[in-house]
């Protein structure tokens, strides 16, 4: 088991960036694909980028592709979002997530999650 925690959220201009954080309280991350997903309100969850346990693959929303970068730091227990360019329509609590079941897209194939950690892009 983990359980995770973000950092990083808050309120930026569009065309800033933002760095978030996944850490694991409890337990260890190495062993997990990972993901960072967000859920703006009245929408449904959606993946935005994921990572292989060893950091080999790496999956993109296609509206995140060249702006968004999920890296994992697995000596540091640690996975990373760097979001730059960002658009209001990047509005969304953005939450940490761990499978079992290798590098997935859809949020029920995830089974740890953390809180959350809200960005909100506006000027």
């Known amino acids: 088991q983990v359980q995770l925690v973000e950092s990083g959220g808050g309120l930026v201009q569009p065309g800033a960036s933002l760095r978030l954080s996944c850490t694991a309280s409890e337990g260890t991350l190495s062993q997990y694909p990972m993901a960072w997903f967000r859920q703006a309100p009245g929408k449904e969850r959606e993946i935005v980028a994921g990572i292989s346990w060893n950091g080999g693959r790496t999956y993109y929303k296609d509206s995140v592709k060249s702006r968004f970068t999920i890296s994992r730091d697995n000596a540091k227990n640690t996975v990373a979002l760097h979001m730059t360019r960002l658009r209001p329509d990047d509005t969304a609590a953005y939450y940490c997530?761990?499978?079992?079941?290798?590098?997935?897209?859809?949020?029920?194939?995830?089974?740890?999650w953390g809180q959350g950690t809200q960005v909100t892009v506006s000027s």
């Open positions: 997530a761990a499978t079992t079941r290798g590098l997935q897209t859809a949020a029920n194939e995830y089974e740890y």
